[in-house]
């Protein structure tokens, strides 16, 4: 039976090539996607989405447009890394594909209420604003949430807008800290494993080999994305930081974990966004998260290179 998911992104390259394996696998019955302020302002992430979702020819799917700034800090955006557009190296247009009606969190509330208890993933990879505005406003919905399968977070290697937070936690500390502490079992991909996920020339090429629509469209978006910094990851290429969500809920082998008790600063100028990871269970608080640390990155690309050539 496929798994029902709902995909809260903020594309960026990485969301975009994560939408286009969560839409060529038939593990995941993708219920929509609700797109966020993150990389680029809300206006961009929205269109991106629906344009990946055409690309995927998934016009079945429902785009909705969520919250376009944090809880309660100044927006934050990525287009250093990311390009003006949000997923420069794609041939921008506007998307035939409309965006759905109604907001991205009053989409998450009526899915969940509607549904059985435990029946509903969310797979958040962008600033967590929409999930924790739903939560709040509707915190019924908690029981009907089976987990929450995210990218964001550091711990062990370091952040990567500060040097202890990475963009998702920091773009919105008040609504990661929501998140984190609503008590649904988590699965967090952080920095700490999605560093270990590069987008490395050879893995590049056997994507570009495919010599699909899907499949040059990744290439060149993974081609502007690529900046290497060889001695940050170890190798050449940029970690491919959201697939890996998707990527567990097809294939849990890939990825290896610890149980802990996550919870976010959001009172510190210094350590604001933190994800504080007790790795040792020392405050003996609830151990909702299994917080991910070692990723089988030659299988994930081999997965990834799989499912995009069925597009
Ligand atoms: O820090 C990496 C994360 O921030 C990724 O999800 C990327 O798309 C940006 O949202
Ligand atoms: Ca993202």
Redesign the pocket.
């Known amino acids: 039976m496929p798994r029902p998911v709902i995909i809260n992104c903020?594309p960026?390259q990485?969301?975009a090539v994560m939408l286009l394996l969560a839409c060529a696998s038939p593990e995941l019955d993708v219920l929509g996607v609700t797109t966020v302020a993150?990389?680029v302002p809300l206006d961009l992430t929205q269109r991106n989405a629906r344009l990946m979702l055409e690309l995927a020819g998934r016009s079945d799917v429902p785009v909705y447009a969520g919250c376009d700034r944090p809880l309660e800090r100044a927006p934050i955006t990525?287009e250093a890394v990311h390009g003006m557009t949000g997923i420069d190296g794609y041939p921008i247009h506007e998307p035939a594909l409309p965006l759905a009606e109604g907001h991205a969190a009053d989409f998450i509330i009526e899915t969940c209420r509607d549904a059985a208890d435990g029946a509903i993933t969310l797979v958040p990879?962008?600033p967590l604003t929409n999930i924790a505005t739903a939560l709040t406003q509707e915190p019924a919905i908690a029981s009907k949430i089976e987990q929450i399968v995210l990218?964001?977070g550091a711990f062990g290697r370091g952040g990567?807008v500060s040097p202890v937070a990475?963009?998702?936690i920091l773009a919105d500390p008040e609504a990661a800290k929501i998140v984190f502490g609503c008590g649904r079992p988590t699965v967090a991909f952080g920095?700490d494993v999605t560093q270990q996920v590069l987008t490395t020339p050879a893995r590049l090429e056997r994507i570009r080999a495919i010599s699909t629509p899907v499949a040059e469209a990744v290439a060149g978006m993974l081609t502007y994305y690529d900046n290497s910094n060889i001695e940050r990851y170890g190798g050449p290429g940029r970690p491919l930081?959201?697939p890996c969500p998707i990527a567990w809920l097809i294939q849990p082998d890939l990825f290896t974990g610890r149980q802990v008790n996550v919870d976010v600063e959001t009172g510190s100028e210094l350590t604001d966004g933190m994800t504080v990871v007790d790795l040792w269970g020392v405050t003996g608080r609830p151990k909702h998260t299994l917080w991910m640390r070692e990723a089988d990155a030659d299988g994930l690309y081999a997965l990834l290179t799989e499912r995009l050539a069925l597009l």
Do not use: K, P, R, Y
């Open positions: 903020d960026g990485d969301d993150g990389n990525a990879t962008g990218m964001g990567n990475e963009f998702n920095l930081h959201d």
